[in-house]
């Protein structure tokens, strides 16, 4: 799905979201593009749409690559332990 579609159905939505609910719907929104296989160079393509679709894509994107490191550091230490 290309950048423009994305950014264009959450333009579409996102006048309709009570203001309250908007922090969560866009975190709610970019886990599912997430789920469905959607790369993180097309979520920054996304960059600059809305404030809070901003806000999930960095929090997003910031949260898989400390789990990516953290798992790593976790198993460089398993080989430590292994010594």
């Known amino acids: 799905m290309k950048d423009d579609l994305i950014a264009d159905l959450w333009s579409a939505v996102v006048d309709h979201i009570p203001e ?5 719907t866009a975190a709610d929104f970019v886990n599912t593009l997430i789920d469905h296989g959607i790369k993180d160079s097309v979520l920054d393509g996304l ?3 809305d404030p809070y679709l901003d806000t999930a894509i960095e929090y997003a994107t910031d949260g898989d690559d400390y789990s990516e ?3 790593e550091e976790e198993e460089y230490d398993s080989y430590d332990d292994e010594d």
């Open 47 to 49: 960059l600059g749409v």
């Open 20 to 24: 309250k609910q908007k922090k969560e």
């Open 69 to 71: 490191e953290e798992e």
